[in-house]
Nanobody, 121 residues
Framework: QVQLVESGGGLVQAGGSLRLSCAAS????????AGWFRQAPGGEREFVADINWRGDSTYYDSVKGRFTISRDNAKNTVSLQMSSLKPEDTAVYYC???????????????WGKGTLVTVSS
């Protein structure tokens, strides 16, 4: 069993930056691919970025060059540094762990409860 707790959400103006963090607890955390998904009001949950234990990361096209995912295996934390934020980035952001890398929310093994990011224009 893996528990995930997100922090760092809030209100920011367009063009600003925000850093999300996810604290993970449980066993064998290093074997999981860690990632972030988001769900905008009225929308479906979508992939944002993920990273494996070696630090290999992938990103959704719309956040490439603006968001950076990182992972500290010793501290069991995953972070998402978000820059040049846009109003369309407004969403609840969820930390996610999965054994097999996937961008499909149905394939995720564990979810955090989410943290709200609001970007004002």
């Amino acid at each position: 069993q893996v528990q995930l707790v997100e922090s760092g959400g809030g209100l920011v103006q367009a063009g600003g930056s925000l850093r999300l963090s996810c604290a993970a607890s449980g066993r064998m955390l290093v074997v999981y691919v860690a990632g972030w998904f988001r769900q905008a009001p009225g929308g479906e949950r979508e992939f944002v970025a993920d990273i494996n234990w070696r630090g290999d990361s992938t990103y959704y096209d719309s956040v490439k060059g603006r968001f950076t995912i990182s992972r500290d295996n010793a501290k069991n934390t995953v972070s998402l540094q978000m820059s040049s934020l846009k109003p369309e980035d407004t969403a609840v952001y969820y930390c996610a762990f999965t054994r097999s890398r996937s961008r499909d929310p149905k394939a995720i093994d564990y979810w955090g409860k989410g943290t709200l990011v609001t970007v004002s224009s």
